[in-house]
């Protein structure tokens, strides 16, 4: 059985304010953890108004708190913006509250963008540029205590200090991310659901050159992918109208929380839109269980997935928790069934 786990974005509606989204987020992770999924991931992204949570070490706290055995984690903290100290401190922190449970998931990306990236980082440092591969090592020196000798930081501990860092995950949507995570021997995630890059691509080339080391060793590809499953196509393709309006305003840069199915269907579209929505389907999976497991078997097969990560997003919350029933299903996930 391929382990089947949840990413998590807190979607905001036009009908559902961000701090109901985020009370959704601890509903559904209750929901998932009783059916049998492996992880719940919370994403980071700042100032979108589609998105409530910020912060995935405060979701993933309130969440731990309320499961009993899903794995909990970062999809992901965006690096460029934290001090590695601080990620390493709130994250040991948390696998000393539920050890063994923590997921650290880590991103190249802002996770926003360029004004809001400056207020975040400008009373970090004055730098400039990508200076992810530095934050990591840091990061990773904060749990190996192998500073140079006379360092400053060799005084400085990141506590709890007997508490470990979660398992490292590195995510990505391109080969850059594939050959660093399989260099530095870690977890890899890739996201299909707004990649560019081909994931087979990534995932074979992450499986073949990975380089076993004190993190990992051997390699775990996850494939993440954005799903909408309903008992019969032409529902999961009415759900889904709100996902194709916004992603279609989202690639004009109009950033606004999920539509209702009801201002979707009554949009004007043109020929050219409807064109572009069809083009963006090559990243969503959409229909009744027997129809997207047969367009998704042969990503997974050829991906060689050691576990697939599902995004849904859909305007009714209740709905969104229906399509991962159906999806728990389709997959063969074991567990007790969500009451």
Do not use: C
């Amino acid at each position: 059985m391929l382990p089947l786990s949840v990413l998590d974005l807190s979607v905001v509606t036009t009908g559902t304010p961000p701090s109901q989204s985020l009370r959704n987020s601890i509903d559904l992770a209750r929901h998932v953890d009783r059916l049998g999924y492996t992880r719940y991931w919370l994403a980071e992204h700042h100032s979108l108004p589609s998105v409530a949570s910020p912060s995935p070490d405060i979701m993933i706290g309130q969440i731990a708190a309320v499961t009993e055995r899903i794995h909990v984690g970062s999809g992901g903290v965006m690096l460029p913006n934290h001090a590695p100290l601080m990620v390493a401190e709130r994250y040991k922190m948390l696998e000393a509250l539920f050890p063994g449970r923590i997921d650290l998931g880590l991103g190249r990306a802002p996770g926003t963008d360029h004004v809001t990236s400056h207020a975040l980082r400008r009373r970090l440092d004055g730098r400039e540029g990508d200076d992810f591969l530095e934050r990591l090592h840091e990061l990773t020196l904060w749990e190996t205590r192998e500073f140079p000798d006379n360092h400053p930081y060799n005084s400085v501990l990141a506590m709890p200090n007997d508490a470990p860092l979660p398992p490292i995950w590195l995510l990505g949507s391109s080969d850059y991310s594939a050959q660093l995570s399989a260099e530095v021997g870690m977890g890899f995630a890739f996201a299909h659901h707004f990649a560019s890059h081909d994931a087979v691509e990534a995932l074979t080339w992450y499986r073949k050159h990975f380089k076993p080391s004190r993190w990992r060793d051997k390699p775990h590809g996850i494939l993440a992918i954005a799903v909408i499953m309903a008992e019969t196509d032409e529902e999961a393709e009415r759900l889904a109208s709100s996902a194709d309006l916004n992603r279609l305003l989202r690639d004009r840069g109009q950033y606004s929380p999920l539509p209702s199915v009801e201002d979707a269907l009554a949009y004007p579209y043109s020929e050219a839109e409807r064109a572009h929505i069809a083009r963006n389907r090559s990243r969503l999976f959409v229909g009744s269980p027997a129809t997207v497991m047969q367009k998704i078997s042969p990503l997974i097969s050829a991906s060689e997935a050691d576990e697939v990560m599902v995004i849904t997003a859909v305007y009714d919350h209740d709905a969104r928790k229906r399509s991962y029933d159906l999806l728990a299903d389709a997959f063969g996930v074991a567990g007790k069934k969500a009451v």
